[in-house]
């Protein structure tokens, strides 16, 4: 299962982006997305940047994540500007970070991996940063 095909984020409307230089998510502009502000709320932001970091994750672990328990542990967020129209999220700096949590679960078991993710709009600025802090623990030996 795809992390867009997720229940909860398939309910909000969270679906690949039709800009992939802009992000690997999106976030339609609706207006069950707005505030009293009529701008998008941080809440469906705060969405958006979590399965964003959940889709990098099981991209990035590929099979391997089968093996895993995946749970967020922990989420920082920082509001850098409004938002307005159609939002994408991407995870510009995880590769490295993916790498060493991968090699510490096959020395301890488990690791925690910090993924950062922004929102940006239609002219890539961004609206929303957060990091989401993974807590993996594997049940099975890991594939290589």
Same mark, same amino acid.
């Given at each position: 299962?795809? !992390?867009? +095909?997720?229940?909860?984020?398939?309910?909000?409307? %969270?679906?690949?982006? +039709? *800009?992939?230089? =802009?992000? =690997?998510?999106?976030?339609? +502009?609706?207006?069950?997305?707005?505030?009293?502000?009529?701008? !998008?709320?941080?809440? /469906?932001?705060?969405? =958006?940047?979590?399965?964003?970091?959940?889709?990098?994750? $099981?991209? /990035?672990?590929?099979?391997?994540?089968?093996?895993?328990?995946?749970?967020?542990?922990? $989420?920082?967020?920082?509001?850098?500007?409004?938002?307005?129209?159609?939002?994408?999220?991407?995870?510009?700096?995880?590769?490295? $970070?993916? $790498?060493?949590? %991968? +090699?510490?679960?096959?020395? *301890?078991?488990?690791?925690? =991996?910090?993924?950062? !993710?922004? !929102?940006?709009?239609?002219?890539?600025?961004?609206?929303?940063? /957060?990091?989401?802090?993974?807590?993996?623990?594997?049940?099975?030996?890991?594939?290589?």
């Amino acid at each position: 299962m795809e !992390v867009h +095909d997720l229940p909860f984020n398939r309910f909000l409307g %969270i679906k690949m982006s +039709d *800009r992939p230089e =802009l992000g =690997l998510l999106q976030l339609d +502009d609706l207006p069950q997305y707005e505030n009293h502000l009529g701008t !998008v709320h941080v809440c /469906a932001q705060f969405a =958006l940047a979590e399965a964003c970091g959940g889709y990098l994750l $099981a991209t /990035a672990l590929g099979d391997r994540l089968a093996g895993c328990d995946a749970v967020m542990r922990r $989420a920082e967020t920082r509001l850098r500007k409004p938002a307005a129209g159609v939002l994408y999220a991407r995870a510009p700096e995880a590769g490295e $970070a993916v $790498a060493r949590a %991968i +090699d510490e679960m096959r020395q *301890r078991g488990r690791s925690l =991996l910090a993924v950062p !993710v922004e !929102v940006v709009d239609a002219t890539g600025a961004t609206t929303l940063g /957060a990091t989401f802090e993974w807590f993996l623990q594997r049940r099975t030996a890991l594939a290589s």
